[in-house]
């Protein structure tokens, strides 16, 4: 089993939805967690952290589900500005450990 | 901006030539970890530097190495360059190791085509 998983997608919503994207992990010992944002051929930018049941930053929600071993990621209120692809990660020894990233294309 | 940079911003290499990168820590930061990121994949630890020495290795061959300097910036060199290497590579720079309390910030990456 890897690490950390995503659904690759794309995820294709129209402006205005609400959009949830899992990312399951395997090191139950995992304490904290991150959603990054990434946009096309640009580095990885920090979104959102995540260490007890949730965190949320306006239209962006983050949830925690120890028990089952995932993460989530609600955006609502689609903007068009947020096509991109979203990147879970937690910290691990001395490194992040990433999935594969979700893609997630917001249509006029 | 995070204060990160990278040099180059694109390369291209053919295969068995070397290449290195260079990576400028935000002001402050002591430690530097390096990142490969092939199309479609997420980031791959690729190594950390801390005070000038290697303080953790992914699963990277030997002919990935790195150097940090007192300044703190970094690089990384590949040896003998393979089709596979093609990727785009990741600086981050960090207070310490990397986690919740330290948040790692990444730079511009520079993107390594291997003809």
């Known amino acids: 089993r890897k690490e950390v998983e995503q659904d690759p997608g794309p995820f294709n919503v129209p402006e205005g939805a609400t959009v949830a994207f899992n990312c399951t992990y395997s090191n139950s010992a995992s304490q904290s967690f991150f959603w990054y944002r990434q946009d096309c051929r640009k580095e990885p930018k920090l979104l959102m952290s995540?260490?007890?049941s949730g965190n949320e930053d306006g239209r962006f929600t983050a949830q925690l589900n120890r028990a089952s071993q995932y993460i989530s990621l609600l955006i609502r209120d689609s903007k068009l500005s947020d096509s991109a692809t979203y990147l879970c990660?937690?910290?691990?020894?001395?490194?992040?450990?990433f999935g594969t990233g979700t893609r997630l294309k917001v249509l006029a | 901006e995070t204060g990160v940079t990278q040099s180059p911003t694109h390369l291209i290499k053919t295969r068995g030539q070397q290449v290195t990168l260079r990576c400028s820590s935000q002001s402050g930061h002591n430690t530097v970890s390096w990142y490969q990121q092939a199309l479609g994949q997420g980031p791959q630890f690729i190594f950390q530097y801390y005070r000038e020495e290697e303080n953790g290795r992914g699963n990277f061959p030997p002919r990935f190495s790195g150097l940090q300097f007192p300044n703190y910036s970094s690089e990384l060199n590949v040896n003998a360059l393979e089709l596979d290497d093609s990727a785009l590579y990741l600086c981050?720079?960090?207070?310490?190791?990397?986690?919740?309390?330290?948040?790692?910030?990444f730079g511009p990456g520079t993107r390594l085509t291997v003809l």
């Open positions: 990660a937690y910290p691990g020894t001395y490194k992040y450990i």
């Open positions: 995540v260490y007890s």
């Open positions: 981050a720079s960090s207070l310490g190791n990397p986690g919740l309390y330290n948040e790692q910030f």
